[in-house]
């Protein structure tokens, strides 16, 4: 197994994070960009220090989350959803639940809303909003 795919899975034992859901390409690059520009010559070494410096991990979280968030961000995609998977959901759905997961300041589950209100009732859907907590903090 690489330097990296042991980094992800450190990670994920250590934060619950699972950076293996991302685009590897784009996510590697990232990391590697980070780690790189603080000294580190392989991913071992970085997550170690990572373990002992709170600031440098801190830092590691805010570079590898998005921290993006606006009304209809990325507006192809809700017009999938909108013009093609709603309308199919609902002919046989009685009642949706849906979960806006990363969703940082809450733009993205106030949208979803707009949108679910232009297909059903407020009372046949509910929505789960989540993001990155602090307890991903505490357990460093």
């Known amino acids: ?17 699972d950076l293996s859901l991302y685009k590897e390409a784009q996510m590697k690059r990232r990391l590697t960009s980070l780690r790189d520009k603080r000294g580190f010559r392989s991913f071992e070494a970085y997550y170690q220090a990572l373990t002992k410096d709170q600031e440098l991990f801190e830092e590691f979280l805010q570079r590898m989350t998005i921290n993006v968030s606006e009304f209809f961000r990325n507006r192809p995609r809700w017009d ?13 759905t009685p009642k949706l639940k849906v ?18 209100r232009k ?17 991903i903090l505490d357990r460093a």
């Not at 309308?87 to 046989?92: E, G, H, I, Q, R």
């Not at 979960?99 to 679910?116: F, N, R």
């Not at 009732?121 to 990155?132: E, G, Y």
């Open 1 to 17: 197994m690489d330097d990296y795919q042991t980094f992800i899975q450190a990670i994920y034992k250590k934060t619950g994070i």
């Open 80 to 92: 999938v959803l909108d013009q093609k998977l709603l309308p199919a959901l609902v002919k046989n």
């Open 99 to 116: 979960w806006s997961a990363a969703c940082s300041t809450g733009e993205e589950p106030y949208s979803l809303s707009i949108l679910l």
């Open 119 to 135: 297909h059903l009732r407020s009372d046949r859907f509910s929505i789960l909003a989540t993001d990155l907590d602090q307890s």
